[in-house]
């Protein structure tokens, strides 16, 4: 196979702008994914994106995959494997649903209550935001039933359990677990630099209120590819067997990253917002991509394309780069990787 060509733009002439410097512009990155409609492209979308080979090396990317980027909740299984270490004992769907995106959907909602109850906490002691189910189906069917956003309901919930969780076990301050000075952050982040290889450059604020740690593209797809090859019984390796093992607390029953893992056994898959996708291979390839202007409508396009060129072939893949667009309620057109 031919590996992808990198799309480049053309870059102005510095001289030519008022004011120019000999400072080089910003890189510009190149277009991932196409809107087409009525056989028209309107629209465009850039972004970045690297392939390791089996063993870690960069085999071929696209655009600037050594800046950081905030990783958003594909950092999630760093973030559960750090509540291994401070000695939490979770596993099956109780350790996929803390390094989870969940939908909202009633399952999800009795296991985090379930996981409170077991461990003397409360969902008033959740620092996540009130909010909907992530799912647009489930969040009809909860509004339908008169219900209101709710801390437990937003889908980090199950996380935000798993860390108060840890910090009750080692009497750690309940009230400041979000504190990137907390012990249980600390944790989280010595094993974010181990899986990634890499220093963290910039740390933020998630959606959720957690502790959001940079990594360039490489240092991600490198953290995925340590957690499914690290050795068994490792904190790393108990997170990707129980997400691969349930992937459907990890999504949910209509999330992408559920029929991935679903469809090919082995695969540890996790997206997150601002359009990123982070994946590893059972033989140790990974993959992580970013979307520059967020749009998550290209994750299954750009994920299928990328996947293909890696040498895969299974329905599942038809089904995540068809991405369809409708006028008058009439398909008229597609979103499309463009590499």
């Known amino acids: 196979m031919t590996s992808p060509t990198p799309i480049s733009a053309p870059t102005p002439d510095a001289a030519a702008r008022p004011g120019a410097t000999d400072v080089a512009p910003p890189a510009v990155s190149p277009v991932l994914a196409e809107v087409v409609r009525s056989g028209f492209v309107e629209g465009r979308h850039r972004g970045s994106l690297v392939v390791l080979a089996a063993d870690g090396s960069v085999e071929w990317s696209l655009g600037e995959v050594a800046a950081p980027v905030f990783p958003r909740s594909t950092n999630k299984p760093m973030q559960a494997a750090a509540v291994l270490r401070a000695g939490l004992d979770l596993s099956g769907e109780r350790l996929a649903l803390a390094s989870a995106s969940h939908s909202g959907e009633p399952f999800h909602l009795a296991l985090v209550r379930a996981m409170l109850a077991e461990h003397g906490l409360t969902a008033e002691q959740l620092q996540t935001p009130a909010d909907l189910p992530l799912d647009p189906e489930e969040a009809e069917a909860y509004l339908a039933a008169g219900q209101v956003r709710d801390r437990l309901t937003m889908n980090c919930s199950g996380k935000h359990t798993a860390m108060l969780a840890a910090c009750a076990r080692n009497d750690w301050p309940l009230a400041s677990y979000l504190d990137p000075a907390h012990p249980l952050q600390q944790l989280v982040a010595d094993g ?18 957690a502790p959001l740690l940079s990594l360039s593209l490489t240092g991600l797809a490198r953290a995925f590819r340590h957690f499914v090859t690290a050795a068994p019984g490792t904190p790393e390796r108990r997170v990707a067997d129980a997400m691969r093992a349930h992937p459907e607390y990890v999504a949910g029953t209509r999330r992408p990253d559920t029929w991935l893992m679903r469809a090919l056994p082995g695969t540890l898959s996790k997206m997150g917002a601002e359009a990123v996708q982070a994946l590893a291979l059972p033989d140790g390839r990974a993959l992580a991509f970013k979307i520059d202007d967020g749009a998550a409508r290209t994750l299954g396009p750009v994920l299928a394309r990328t996947l293909r060129h890696m040498g895969l072939d299974a329905p599942v893949l038809d089904r995540l780069a068809d991405a369809p667009l409708f006028g008058g309620g009439t398909r008229v057109g597609e979103i499309r990787a463009t590499f």
């Open 192 to 209: 974010v630099r181990t899986a990634s290889g890499e220093d963290v450059a910039h740390t933020g604020t998630d959606g959720c209120g």
